[in-house]
């Protein structure tokens, strides 16, 4: 049965928000942020200062924005919903679009962009001045953004309970791309393309990142050659380390104040007494619980990742955020910013005895304007960022599109961000935050079905058993950025042995890049800073190496 046309008829009704996986980072309170984001585009509420996505992925995630380039129009492909098995005969029709524009018959090359973990359609700015037009226009070939099973509008199945999701996994997921790297045929084009009679190079940037590297080792034959940029080829359960970045590398005053501002909050809620006139500092004087508290306040942090080094499309919130961190209050001289954290010409004093740093009040007061003001009126704090309500994530329809990406992190990937499980290593987040709290919106939202039960813990060997930090093979390209807070997930870890940079297999960083800075481009690639420009150049020299050595191999057979 094919599920595309009922599926689709049901997605007319749906105005839901691509789920972004760094918002869901934040477990139980992302999906909270997910369904106010949901409530006010219902509602049409006016949003006050930050929109919550803009901790997402990449600020180029559009999801309101329909596709408004002509020449990319949505092309389908039959799959089967189960490659491997024979429990269900059901086929499902997966999106794709082509750019044909630099394409040359006779001489081709396919480069295939893994559309990850959102909609397809939030990919096109890559097929159209990112890297898949970068690397097209080298070598005359053709571009393709393939959207994952189940996102966008690539949906196998009539709802999102347990039992449904039940084939959105690693394995599946690589056979549609090699289904379709082997028998797809484009429309408008009579020439065969199919691998492995042509070269196809994989590109995908983070978990896709990690799909390419895979693809290259489960199907070598049919992708001749991978990049894998900001590539989570390590599975975590425990992911501290994100945050951890993120406080090595931002500006040393800021995070500074967010580490003792942390401990303070810490200390303040282990005693109790002044906890209520704390949270009511932040906004939240009616949230229950101290752990939802101060989940609450991490969002800012995520912006991080958003960073992007074109400022049309890169976020600046993390940097507006330090810089309100310590801004002097109306009261307070300019010269106490310059002063050490708690000297008490910084300190402010609050009826019941509450006495903080200004960096605490200026923490809560960023936190009241640009998250909690995104509770609308008539709703309490525990229902806008309460999390331990089950029935809240327990919605299975389509529209609660959220469930995809967790439910890949709750079987197979996990990265559930947590404090540093050593006391003594710095943090930016509360201790508070353990996996406990951030693994139980898998318990919450996934009951068990009758043909699958979601484990106790991700089952994140069937990652790793396919390289882990040491993947590696010819023509598997790894680029990173320094700054990237999911690099420690990556093979430029620290945990990782060091490799040699070879035209063969690449192994490259980013200086001061952040997440898959790679990926964007510019019509103009003269308007690129100078480390994106040497990045691009490298890798069309390093795609270039590969495809002359598939013209040699062609020749000699």
């Known amino acids: 049965m094919i599920l595309r046309v009922v599926v689709l008829a049901t997605l007319g009704c749906l105005t839901a928000h691509a789920a972004n996986p760094d918002l869901l980072r934040l477990g139980p309170q992302g999906v909270n942020f997910w369904k106010l984001d949901q409530l006010h585009d219902s509602q049409q509420l006016p949003v006050n200062g930050l929109i919550l996505q803009d901790s997402s992925e990449a600020p180029l ?6 596709n408004n380039k002509p020449e990319f129009t949505a092309q389908w492909f039959e799959q089967p919903l189960d490659h491997f098995g024979s429990s269900t005969n059901d086929t499902f029709m997966q999106r794709y679009w082509v750019n044909k524009r630099h394409y040359q018959p006779g001489s081709s090359v396919v480069f295939l962009l893994d559309g990850g973990e959102t909609s397809g359609e939030d990919r096109i700015p890559f097929l159209d001045t990112g890297i898949v037009d970068i690397l097209a226009r ?3 070939g053709l571009g393709v953004v393939l959207e994952h099973r189940y996102y966008g509008e690539s949906i196998a199945t009539k709802n999102l309970t347990t039992d449904s999701l039940r084939f959105l996994n690693n394995a599946q997921s690589a056979a549609d791309s090699a289904n379709f790297m082997a028998n797809v045929q484009f429309s408008g084009i009579d020439e065969n393309l199919t691998a492995p009679g042509t070269p196809w190079i994989y590109y995908g940037g983070s978990y896709a990142g990690a799909r390419a590297a895979h693809m290259r080792v489960l199907y070598p034959d049919l992708v001749y050659g991978a990049i894998a940029s900001s590539a989570v080829t390590h599975a975590a359960i425990i992911n501290w380390e994100y945050m951890d970045i993120i406080r090595r590398y931002a500006d040393p005053t800021c995070s500074l104040h967010l580490q003792k501002a942390i401990e303070t909050i810490d200390t303040i809620l282990d005693h109790r007494v002044l906890s209520a006139p704390l949270k009511a500092l932040f906004g939240v004087h009616g949230l229950k619980h101290d752990v939802d508290f101060v989940s609450l306040i991490e969002s800012p942090l995520g912006s991080w990742q958003a960073k992007v080094w074109d400022p049309k499309v890169g976020s600046t919130t993390f940097d507006e955020f330090c810089v309100a961190l310590n801004q002097p209050l109306g009261h307070k001289k300019p010269d106490v910013t310059r002063l050490e954290y708690g000297h008490p010409d910084r300190m402010v004093s609050f009826p019941g005895g509450l006495k903080v740093d200004i960096a605490i009040v200026n923490y809560g007061a960023w936190i009241k304007k640009h998250v909690v003001s995104r509770c609308p009126e008539g709703f309490s704090h525990e229902e806008c960022f309460g999390t331990f309500d089950d029935t809240h994530y327990q919605d299975t329809s389509l529209s609660e599109i959220w469930r995809l990406w967790l439910f890949q992190v709750c079987t197979e990937w996990g990265y559930f961000t947590t404090a ?12 508070r935050i353990d996996l406990e709290y951030e693994s ?11 043909h699958f039960t979601v484990p106790p813990l991700p089952n994140v060997t069937v990652v790793n058993e396919l390289g882990d930090f040491d993947i590696a093979m010819d023509r598997l390209a790894i680029i990173d950025g320094e700054v990237d807070p999911w690099r420690p997930d990556t093979p430029h ?20 890049g952040v997440h898959h800075y790679d990926e964007y481009g510019l019509q103009n690639p003269d308007d690129e800073p100078p480390e994106i420009r040497k990045i691009h150049e490298e890798m069309v020299a390093f795609v270039q190496h590969w495809l002359r050595d598939w013209k040699a191999d062609s020749q000699e057979i």
Request: aromatic letters at 6%; proline letters at 17%; one cysteine or more.
């Open 61 to 66: 995630q559009l999801p309101h924005e329909p």
């Open 440 to 450: 139980k919106i898998c318990r919450q939202a996934y009951d068990p079905g009758e």
């Open 420 to 431: 540093p499980p050593d006391p003594t290593v710095p943090r930016i987040i509360s201790k």
């Open 493 to 512: 870890s620290d945990y990782a042995n060091d490799r040699e940079d070879t035209m063969l297999r690449p192994f490259k960083i980013i200086p001061n």
């Open 138 to 140: 080298a070598t005359g």
